[in-house]
């Protein structure tokens, strides 16, 4: 590792006094009661691991895996440990030292791979169907990555190409909305539903075709060339957008893709050709919750009196402390707002952690989905997409993005999701309808 990066790994670690608040909180060690699968016996290992120099042992890999970065102990933590960072380099260190099992190999490098590109993603989604019907004779990952396919149409990813989108009416600003990976293939309606919502309240929105991901993904597998090459080519495509004209914001709705943006001054910091265009394009990253707070939301056109089930994804509660700007926003189109118990908790999804780690990820998802059920809401609304796939395998209770919610309220189409005729309040339900009530298809936008 080199000496810098080695440095600051061994400065975190002096940081951690044992004070274990951070054990409460850890989703591993709650379910698991073992020390090692807490922050602070994770430390320990990862110091032994940095500080012999030699290859990491399996039972210290397997404990390190297991953790779901979900930055929940960091929330926690009382001497402010800074435990994201190390946990990275933990794992950058493995990837560059130990050699795993073949099939684990090829699992990893298959995800990297065809993660981070839509249209790959997008010919794996469709041939994942097929699988299907074969679901009962898997087991394991495989079986865990089918029950994640999505029921629904699966729609092409947004051209290649730079998009704008005029904002109706006079423009108040002008963003650039990242579009993500995953979420062009498996929810293509959460962008469509966030460029309908800025353009109504007077923002010129500009999608970059040709970036889709951040890096978050695989910078989370140890992936670090992989990851610094995808914010490379971010940073690179929004400071090409500056030269054009200047933007106000780069505006993200998927909050694991935003935690990392915001945190590219960090992962770039050593790269003297994108360091300082890193740090501007990170300072001005907003989650979309964050930017929509600013603006004067139209009235609500309907009767929204449905209660909302808030879940705060780990990302945005403790990676971006983005918590009260999501919860203001439904309050004020007209939703009544209920939290959910242990709000703080991982639900499991943790980018590619439901995929890779199915059992524990299965044990969170359902406790999650309990206490979804206990706040006796309608319908259930979070941040990020991966947390409402992973919800929505073991809850009854519709799953939407807050853009879609908020973009309904404000003249909008029904999420399809709330389409079912039963779905309660009555009165909300037998409404007037809106003229856009109706589903729009991705053809209009892409």
């Given at each position: 590792?080199?000496?810098a990066e080695?440095e600051?790994?061994?400065t975190?670690?002096?940081?951690c006094?044992h004070?274990g608040f951070c054990?409460n909180?850890?989703p591993t ?16 290992l990862?110091k ?5 120099g030699a290859?990491?042992?399996?039972e210290t890999?397997q404990h390190?895996?297991?953790?779901l970065?979900?930055l929940?102990c960091m929330?926690?933590c009382a001497?402010k ?5 190390l946990?990275d380099r ?5 990837e560059k030292?130990?050699?795993r ?9 298959a995800l990297?791979f065809?993660l981070?590109n839509p ?5 794996a989604m ?5 699988a ?5 004779l898997l ?6 990555m089918?029950?994640?396919l ?6 092409r ?6 998009q704008?989108?005029r904002a109706?009416?006079?423009?108040k600003s002008?963003v650039?909305?990242h579009?993500?990976c ?12 966030a460029?309908r919502l800025?353009t109504r309240?007077g923002?010129e929105?500009?999608?970059?075709g040709?970036t889709?991901c951040?890096?978050a993904l695989?910078?989370h597998m ?8 995808a914010a490379r080519r971010?940073?690179?495509?929004v ?7 200047p933007i106000d914001?780069v505006?993200?709705t998927a909050?694991?893709?935003g935690t990392?943006?915001?945190?590219y ?6 790269d003297?050709e994108?360091s300082?265009d890193?740090i501007r394009?990170a300072?001005m ?8 707070q600013e603006?004067?939301?139209h ?6 009196a ?5 879940h705060d994804a780990?990302s ?14 439904l309050?004020?189109?007209?939703f ?7 709000r703080?908790?991982?639900c499991g999804?943790?980018?590619t952690?439901?995929?890779l ?5 299965a044990k ?5 989905a ?7 809401a309608?319908?259930l609304?979070?941040g990020?997409l991966?947390c409402?796939?992973q919800i929505?395998?073991y809850?009854d209770?519709?799953?939407v ?8 309220a404000?003249?909008?189409p029904?999420?399809a999701?709330?389409c079912?005729p039963?779905?309660?309040p009555?009165?909300?339900?037998d409404?007037p309808r809106?003229?856009a009530?109706a589903?729009?298809p ?5």
């Amino acid at each position: 590792m080199p000496t810098a990066e080695l440095e600051e790994a061994h400065t975190i670690i002096k940081t951690c006094v044992h004070y274990g608040f951070c054990t409460n909180t850890c989703p591993t060690y709650v379910l698991l009661g073992d020390e090692n699968e807490s922050p602070r016996g994770r430390i320990d290992l990862i110091k032994e691991m940095l500080g012999s120099g030699a290859v990491p042992k399996k039972e210290t890999v397997q404990h390190l895996d297991n953790c779901l970065s979900c930055l929940s102990c960091m929330t926690t933590c009382a001497a402010k440990v800074d435990y994201g960072h190390l946990i990275d380099r933990a794992r950058i260190h493995i990837e560059k030292t130990y050699r795993r099992a073949l099939s684990d190999r090829l699992v990893r490098s298959a995800l990297a791979f065809v993660l981070p590109n839509p249209r790959l993603l997008s010919i794996a989604m469709w041939s994942g169907r097929f699988a299907r019907p074969f679901r009962s004779l898997l087991t394991g990952r495989l079986r865990a990555m089918l029950d994640l396919l999505p029921s629904g149409r699966l729609v092409r990813p947004a051209p290649r190409r730079r998009q704008v989108f005029r904002a109706e009416g006079e423009a108040k600003s002008r963003v650039v909305l990242h579009l993500g990976c995953v979420q062009q293939v498996v929810a293509q309606h959460i962008n469509e539903a966030a460029i309908r919502l800025l353009t109504r309240h007077g923002v010129e929105v500009i999608a970059l075709g040709s970036t889709s991901c951040c890096g978050a993904l695989t910078l989370h597998m140890g992936k670090e060339d992989q990851a610094k090459a995808a914010a490379r080519r971010f940073v690179a495509d929004v400071v090409d957008e500056t030269k054009r004209h200047p933007i106000d914001a780069v505006v993200i709705t998927a909050s694991g893709c935003g935690t990392t943006v915001k945190d590219y001054g960090h992962l770039l910091a050593a790269d003297a050709e994108f360091s300082a265009d890193a740090i501007r394009i990170a300072s001005m990253t907003r989650d979309v919750s964050e930017l929509l707070q600013e603006l004067q939301l139209h009235p609500p056109k309907e009767n929204m009196a449905y209660t909302v089930a808030y879940h705060d994804a780990c990302s945005m509660l403790h990676g971006q402390r983005v918590f009260t700007q999501p919860r203001a926003l439904l309050k004020r189109a007209g939703f009544k707002m209920r939290d959910i118990a242990e709000r703080h908790f991982c639900c499991g999804s943790a980018g590619t952690y439901n995929m890779l780690h199915p059992e524990i990820a299965a044990k969170l998802g359902q406790r999650k989905a309990a206490n979804v059920a206990g706040a006796g809401a309608d319908i259930l609304c979070a941040g990020n997409l991966g947390c409402l796939s992973q919800i929505g395998q073991y809850s009854d209770i519709p799953a939407v993005h807050t853009v879609e919610l908020l973009d309904w309220a404000t003249g909008g189409p029904r999420p399809a999701a709330l389409c079912d005729p039963t779905l309660s309040p009555q009165s909300a339900v037998d409404a007037p309808r809106n003229k856009a009530s109706a589903a729009v298809p991705s053809e209009s936008f892409w």
